[in-house]
C-alpha cells in the first residue's frame, strides 16, 4: 500500500540554522533517502518552495478565486513529502519515525485511495 509522510515544520528553522546545522540535516535527510531507496519502498519526493510562493484556488457561486498565500495559516508550514510503498500503517509509521523531519516537526503518515 502506498502512504504519503507530510512534512510540518516552522519554515523559518531552516534559515534559523547555521550553516554547519544545515549541512548536517541535509545529510540526514539524504541517508533517510537512500535508506528508502535501498529498501525498495521510495516512490517519490519533493521539497516544496515557501509558503510565500504558494496560490489557493477556491470556487465560489461558479467562479474561481485565487488567492496568494496558502489556504490555511499555521504555525508549521508543509514542506515536502515522501511517497512510500509500505505494507501496513505499522510500516509506514516506523519510516515515519526514522524521518529526520521528525526530530524537528511533525510527520503525517496519509494511506493513498488505491485507484
Known sequence: M???????????????MSKSEQEQGMAAYMAYTQAL????ALRGSNRLQPISAATTVRNVEGKAQVLDGPYVDSKEQLGGYYLI??????????????????NHGVVEVRPLWSM
Open 2 to 16: 502506498q502512504y504519503l509522510l507530510l512534512l510540518y515544520a516552522q519554515e523559518s528553522g531552516w534559515t534559523n
Open 85 to 102: 510503498e509500505a505494507p501496513d500503517l505499522d510500516a509506514a509509521l516506523a519510516w515515519a519515525a526514522r524521518c529526520p523531519g521528525a
Open 37 to 40: 531507496t535501498t529498501a525498495g
